[in-house]
């Protein structure tokens, strides 16, 4: 019905930078908002980001500190998580998922339950 493929990530030194990419198929017909998650071994699953449909409004954990930019390409069905800066605490694998809903309040950006379909993971490892 719906998959998710997500694709960018590696092993990059402190300092260094990664673009991240997340193709979304199956699903061009209905509205959604996107989000970035990300999990390290032992943790939850955190947000990382998020965008409503229009691309118009986007938001950030407090740990990405300006240091992150998501946008999406609907044309293409493709969501993107650029990363500058990165830290060694930034490793994790990191996760690409559709909203319930095209718009939504700002904390629900934030839940994983608001995300329908998820996809498989990039590895992000920066190394000091």
């Known amino acids: 019905q719906v998959q998710l493929v997500e694709s960018g990530g590696g092993l990059v030194q402190a300092g260094g930078s990664l673009r991240l990419s997340c193709v979304v198929s199956g699903r061009s017909f209905s509205p959604y908002a996107m989000g970035w998650f990300r999990q390290a071994p032992g943790k939850d699953r955190e947000f990382v980001a998020g965008i409503n449909w229009s691309g118009g409004t986007t938001y950030y954990a407090d740990f990405v500190e300006g240091r992150f930019t998501i946008s999406r390409d609907n044309a293409k069905n493709t969501v993107s998580l650029r990363m500058n800066s990165l830290k060694p605490e930034d490793t994790a694998v990191y996760y690409c998922?559709?909203?319930?809903?095209?718009?939504?309040?700002?904390?629900?950006?934030?839940?994983?339950?608001?995300?329908?379909?998820w996809g498989q993971g990039t590895q992000v490892t920066v190394s000091s």
């Open positions: 998922a559709t909203n319930r809903y095209a718009y939504s309040q700002s904390w629900d950006y934030a839940r994983p339950l608001a995300y329908a379909y």
